[in-house]
């Protein structure tokens, strides 16, 4: 097998990442690509591989109104893979840090005897179709399975050695940081970002509800999302010093890569649908948008995988 040079596998990455960064304009675009080189090319010298860490792919949507299958790894998943996938070569690997532990407590939900779920069942559930994609898809794209690497929270430093459950865990850090955190810019981003995404999946359950009831309830889950995402982030750290870190979303500076991983969709491939384009493209689309539109849907199951995808008339 023909190893790359340490420029050629570089050269490769840059040129694979180019067009799928989710940058704010050129300079940044620029900023952030020569950030890329210059980490690369540490690594490099140090191990002679490149190694991403992307924190994703937690448990479905539990809203059927947004997604197909809301418990198995469907088409929008399996496209993501494949982008990640083909930045493989034999001097790259990818770390998946699942996160379905860090957040699935805060989509546990009943008001006035209006529930939305997410049992741990499901988080489970989600989690081997995960690791199943990436073995359907290791058949087209030879070497995934083997170098996209899935690590779920217990394997984090910081999580690892904990005597109760996560969520206990993080509720505790969560009441602890909450007097002193002070959300600048980009965390109000963050903060209202969560908002929005809370807002669309627990929709059947807060239109019965008083609008302030729904503002604070929001508010705080949005806020306790995000500390909790910061604590997650400080474990990766921990673990993967080194791991270039990618992003689902985009970001201001360079610390963070947030790429498109279907399409130029920003919605995250586990709160949609898959949308296949008159020009042989995919989007990610809310399922309850696509069937509005009147597009056709194809679906096929086949054990912890769907293949299921909306067509574009």
């Known amino acids: 097998m023909h190893i790359l040079s340490k420029k050629s596998s570089i050269d490769r ?3 694979m990442i180019a067009p799928i960064l989710k940058s704010n304009c050129a300079t940044e675009r620029r900023g952030q690509l020569q950030y890329l080189k210059t980490r690369m090319e540490r690594q490099f010298d140090a191990s002679g591989e ?7 792919f937690p448990f479905k949507s539990p809203n059927n109104s947004q997604v197909i299958c809301v418990h198995k790894s469907d088409g929008a998943e ?12 034999e001097r790259t ?4 840090a699942t996160d379905s532990w860090i957040f699935f407590d805060l989509y546990d939900f009943n008001y006035n ?3 939305m779920n997410v049992k741990k069942e499901s988080v489970l559930q989600n989690a081997k179709g995960l690791s199943d994609a990436l073995s359907y898809i290791d058949a087209s794209l030879p070497g995934a399975a ?3 690497r899935l690590v779920v929270e217990r394997e984090l430093s910081g999580f690892d050695n904990l005597r109760g459950s996560i969520s206990e865990f993080l509720n505790r850090e969560v009441e602890k940081r909450k007097p002193t955190f002070k959300p600048n810019r980009y965390k109000r981003h963050q903060i209202c970002g969560m908002q929005n995404t809370m807002a669309r999946v627990f929709a059947p359950v807060l239109c019965k509800m008083d609008e302030k009831v729904r503002v604070q309830l929001l508010n705080e889950r949005a806020i306790s999302a995000i500390i909790r995402t910061d604590i997650h982030q400080e474990c990766i750290q921990r673990t993967f ?4 870190r990618l992003s689902v979303h985009r970001h201001f500076g360079f610390e ?3 790429l498109f991983l279907v399409g130029m969709s920003n919605i995250a491939p586990w709160n949609g649908a898959l949308l296949e384009k008159k020009d042989s493209g995919f989007e990610i689309s809310y399922r309850i948008d696509a069937e509005k539109r009147g597009e056709l849907v194809e679906k096929q199951v086949s054990g912890a995988l769907s293949h299921s995808r909306y067509v574009e008339q």
């Open 146 to 148: 083997e170098r996209i």
């Open 93 to 96: 690997k990818i770390i998946i």
């Open 50 to 56: 490149i190694t991403y860490i992307l924190p994703a």
């Open 256 to 258: 963070k890569i947030g």
């Open 113 to 115: 005897g209006c529930a």
């Open 13 to 15: 990455q840059l040129e």
């Open 241 to 244: 010093p080194e791991a270039i």
């Open 78 to 89: 399996i496209e993501a893979l494949k982008t990640l996938a083909r930045l493989l070569d």
